[in-house]
Structure formats: structure tokens, C-alpha cells
Nanobody, 125 residues
Framework: QVQLVESGGGLVQAGSSLTLSCAVS????????MGWFRQAPGKEREFVAG????????YYADSVKGRFTISRDNAKNTVTLQMNNLKPEDTAIYYC??????????????????WGQGTQVTVSS
């Protein structure tokens, strides 16, 4: 059973940085892509960043390009989202997600089959 556990969220001021981590278990031998999504109050869940198994392909939402960096350490079973220059509009619950098919990375939530419980990020102005 796949289990994803996010950590690192919090309340910060605009311009600050946060690092989100996702501890992954139950994916042994499965070379799936990993992604981060977020959902703000009253809005749909949206793609933030995604990375393939060896990191050869990385996607970012336009709203976070140049500010956020996704990375993964397959030996440690972790996925990290480094968030710099945070803005109030980045306030949301952030979710870690695992892809459903090896070698496939998309920006569609429906292509990710396992999800964490989420971690709250709040950015004050």
C-alpha cells in the first residue's frame, strides 16, 4: 500500500521560503513520477510541480516557475518542494502525489493515483 506523508508547511510572511517534504513508502520497484498539487479555499486542486523517476523531466506551473524547485531522492524515498519568494497567492493545502504509470508525467490530477493528507502553507502579506 502506497503511503505519502507531507511535512514542512507553516505560516510565513511574503518573500519567505519553505521546504516541503514528502516521505514515500510502498512504491518499492515502481518507477513512477511524483508531483505536488495545491488547493486553496474555494478553488480546484491545481498542479504545482512534477518530476519523473530519475528527474530527467520536470514540469512547473507557470505561477511558480523560477520560485519553486522540485527534487527527489529515490534512495531515501523522499520528494522535496523548495519554495522561495512566497506570495500570499501561494496559500493553500499542498499535496504530494504519486503517478499511476511508470514513465508518465502529466499535470493532470487524474494521472496520479496516490495522495498524501496535505500540509497547510499560509503566506501573509
Amino acid at each position: 500500500q502506497v503511503q505519502l506523508v507531507e511535512s514542512g508547511g507553516g505560516l510565513v510572511q511574503a518573500g519567505s521560503s519553505l521546504t516541503l517534504s514528502c516521505a514515500v513508502s510502498g512504491l518499492s520497484g515502481s518507477r513512477v513520477a511524483m508531483g505536488w498539487f495545491r488547493q486553496a479555499p474555494g478553488k480546484e486542486r491545481e498542479f504545482v510541480a512534477g518530476i519523473t523517476w530519475i528527474g530527467g523531466t520536470i514540469y512547473y506551473a507557470d505561477s511558480v516557475k523560477g520560485r519553486f524547485t522540485i527534487s527527489r531522492d529515490n534512495a531515501k524515498n523522499t520528494v522535496t518542494l523548495q519554495m522561495n519568494n512566497l506570495k500570499p497567492e501561494d496559500t493553500a493545502i499542498y499535496y504530494c502525489a504519486a503517478g499511476q504509470r511508470e514513465g508518465v508525467l502529466t499535470q493532470r490530477a487524474g494521472d496520479f493515483g496516490s495522495w498524501g493528507q496535505g500540509t497547510q502553507v499560509t503566506v501573509s502579506s
